[in-house]
C-alpha cells in the first residue's frame, strides 16, 4: 500500500505515542523532539520509518478504526473497549441488527456498534445533550460510520420511537426508568443490555428487568489487568484501572 | 413473529434451564417434570408460554446466535464469550476484514469472527486434528455461518497459505513458533492477537513478537466477575471463574 | 523434638490430604489407602516418613495453630484467613488489646484475635446461639486459647458490657445496628472493624459510622487469587472464591 | 486520657491528611491552611477538636502502631498492609516465635512481626544496605518495637545464623537461592514465606522449595479492591493497585 495526498496516517513512536495526521505535500509536523516532513511520505510504503530533525524514529502506519476509537476514548467520559466489546456481544449485534441506543455521549460505543450492524443494519441514538451530539458526529463522520446511524436529539425517557428491535443498549444515569420502554420497543428474544458505574444502579435495574419479566438477567463487571512482560521480570501493572462499570443484560420474554 | 413447523426454537425455563428443539407437528419433548408437546406451539407466536404435563412453566423463545454460542461453550475445551467479544476488538475485525485463525477448536471464536467479516470478507481458519474440524463444521452450520469460513485441516506451522490478511488470531499452545508466518501473512498495520493459558506462553510470544518488530505489543488478562442482585443483598458470586487466559496484541509495523 | 504418647500431630499427605490424630500406643489410624500403627511413631523424630499397610507414604508433622484453622473453616459459615490476617491489622490488635468481637461463630476469628492479644488482652466474643458458642468453645479448647477470651452468650444489640476496648470486630448481620453501641464501648482513637458478605451492609454500616463522627471511614474487600505453579505452565487456578466479604473500617474520633 | 506534654498525638484533618506531631508549650504547627498552637492542647482530652488561625478543624488523637505504619509505607519500597498481615498468619507468627527476616527494608514488615512475636520471641532480620538499616532501626525506634528485634547487617546467602526457628520470611530479589539456608534454619514444621513482585521469581522459589521437600507449598495474590460508599452512588474506585507481589508460602516436612 502507497500513502498518497490527502490520506489520514498513523505517525507511530511507540504504544504510548502516536498521532494521526494527513499527508500534504510541504506540511510539516512539529513534534517535541523535532519536525517531520509529511509530504516527503507521498508515494511510499506504509510502514516507512522517517526520523524527525532531532532524531526521533516514527512509522507511517494506515490508520484503522481501533486508532480513532482509543482517541475517542481519551476525550470524554470514557467506555472502554473492554466493555464495549463485551455489550455488543451480549446485545447480540451482528450484520442487520436494529439497535437503539441511549445516550449517544462521545459516540464510541455507537461506533462499534454501527460498525457490526452493517450492511443493513441501523443504530438509533438517543442523546439529550446536543454538544454532545455534536461531538459523536464528528467522531463518527471520521471514522465513516455515519451510514448505520440515525442520531436523535431527543430524551429518551420521552418515547423510543422503534418498535421491533432486536437490542437496547444503555448507557445513561436511570436506565431503570427506561426498562418499560425498552421492553415495549424490543422484539420478543431481544437484548436488553445496560452499563452503569454504581451497584445502585445495577439493584434498580435488575429489579425493574424482572418485574416487567426479562428473561436470564444477569449482573457482572470486567476487570482488566494488564502486564508488564518482560522476560524474567513479567508482572501485573501496579496500576490497574480498578472500575469502569457494571453490565447488566437480559432478554424479552 | 410465529413459530412455524421445522424451526429451531428455545424452550427457556430459567437462566440455567433451556433447550434448542426443532418443532414438529406431533413431537413431544421430555423433561424431568414432564413432557411438552412441541406441535402445539406451531402457529403460536414466540414468547407463548406452555406448561410440561407435570406444570412447569417455559417459554418458547426464538432461537439466537448466543444461544448456540452458549451450547458450543460447554461442550469443549473453551473461550468464554468475553475473551472472544474482546479478541475480535483487538484484531480490529470488521465488514470484510480477512482473519486467519489458528486452532479452529469447537470453533466459538471463529463463529463471532464469521458473524463479523460479513459480508466479503472470509476466516481462514486452521486445525491440524481432524474430529475437532469436523465438531467445528457441525456447529457453523448449525449457526448458519459457514459462508465465511474457510477451514483448512493443516498445522499451520507449516505455512500460512494467506497473504496480506487484516488478522491473524492465534488460540494454541505454541503461538511463538507462528509469529514469524503471522507476521508474513499480515498487511502493514494488520493485527496479531494470541490467547493463551500460561503466563510462560505469553512471555514468548511477547518476546517472539517484539524481536518481530510488532508494534504496540501489549498483554492482559480479562476477569469476569457475576452478581447475586437481589434488593438489599446484592453481592458479587462467590465461586468465580478466575482465570481463562491472556491476551496479547500487536501490530505488523 | 520426638513424638510422644498423647500428642496430637499432623499425619500429611499432601496439601489436599492431612489429619489431626493423637498418638496413642496400640492405636491403629484407618485411610481409604490403608492403615498406620500410630504407636510406631512413640520416640521417633518429627517429619519421620510412614507408610500405609498398602504403601501410601505420610509425614508425621508438628500440629500448629494454622492446621487448627485451617480444620475450624471447612466446618461452619467461613471467614476466610486472608480477612482474618486483614481485620486483625485493622483493628490494630496487639498484646494487651481488648476487643469486643461480635458474633463468635465457629471461632476462627475469635482464635486469632485471642492469639495476638496475647499476653494481657482479652477478647470478648459475644454470641447468641448457644450451639454456636459450644462449637467455638470447643474449637478454642483445643487450640489451648481460651484464657484470653471471655464467652458471653448474649445479643450484642441489648448492649455492650465493656468499656474503653482497643477495638470492635464485627461479623454480623446488621452490623449498623451496632455502631453506636461500639462507639460506647471504644477507647478514643479505637477501631472498629465490620466484615459483611453484601454491599447493602456496608452501605448501611459506613453510613451509620460516618453520622456517629467515625474517623477514616473505609470500605474494601480482598480477592485470594491462587497459582499453579509448574516450569513453564504457570497460570492462576481456574477455579477462584470470588467474594467472601467486604471488610469496613474506622477509628472513635 | 489526657495529653501531656511531650506525647506524641496524631492531627486529624481527614482520611488523606493528617500528621504526627509532639506537643510542647509553645510550639507552633503550620499547615497550608493556617496554624495551631499545639501547646494549648496540653491537659486537654484526646479526641479534642482545635482549629487552625484560618478555621480548619483538627482532631487530635492518640497516636498509635497503624498511623506509624502508613508512614513508614510511603517513604520506601513498599510492602502493604494486606501483604503484611497475610504473611504474618502464613509464617504462623504468634507470642514467642523466632522469625528470621530478609531483608529488613524500611521495617514495615519487621515491626509488625515484632509485634506478635512478643512477649519472648525474636526476630532475626537480615539487610545488606547499611542506609535501609538505619532507616528501618528509626523506624522501629519510633514504634517502640526494638526489644524482640535484632538487625543483622550481613547478606543472607552468607549464612543464616539461626537454628530451629519457627518461621523464614523473605523479601529480597533472589529467594530461591536463600530455600536450603532457609530449610536449615527452619524447625521442622516450621513456615518459610515468600514475597515477590514478578511470576519469574514465583516459580523459581516454588521450584527450589519443592525439590528441597517442602509440604504445602502454594502460591498466591491479593487483590485489594476499595470503594466509594455514598448512598445511592457505591461503587468500588476507579483508580486500584493492581498489583503488589505474589506470597508463596510452605511447610519444612
Redo the contacts between chains.
Sequence with gaps: ?TIEEGQEI?L?VN?KKSWIVIVESGKKFHTHKGIVDLGELIGK???TELKTTLGLPM?A??V???DHLERVSRKTQIIY??D???I???A?V??GSRVVECGTGSGSLTS?LA??V??GGMVYTYEMREEFQRIARKNLERMGLTKNVEMKLKDISEGIDEREVDAVVLDMATPWQVVDLAHNAL???G?LVSFS????Q??KT??AMRSKGF?????????????K?K??????????????G?IVSG???
Excluded: C, F, S
Design positions: 500500500m498513523l507511530y504504544e510504503e506504509y510502514g512509522k502506519m494506515p484503522d478504526y481501533l473497549p473492554k464495549i466489546a463485551l455488543t456481544l451480549l447480540n451482528r450484520p462499534y460498525t457490526h452493517q450492511p422484539r420478543t428474544g437484548r458505574p454504581t451497584i445502585n445495577v439493584e435488575v429489579e428473561l436470564a438477567v444477569k449482573a457482572l463487571e470486567l476487570l482488566m489487568r494488564t502486564y512482560v522476560a524474567n521480570e513479567t508482572r501485573p501493572d501496579m496500576i490497574m484501572v480498578g472500575h469502569t457494571y432478554r424479552k420474554g
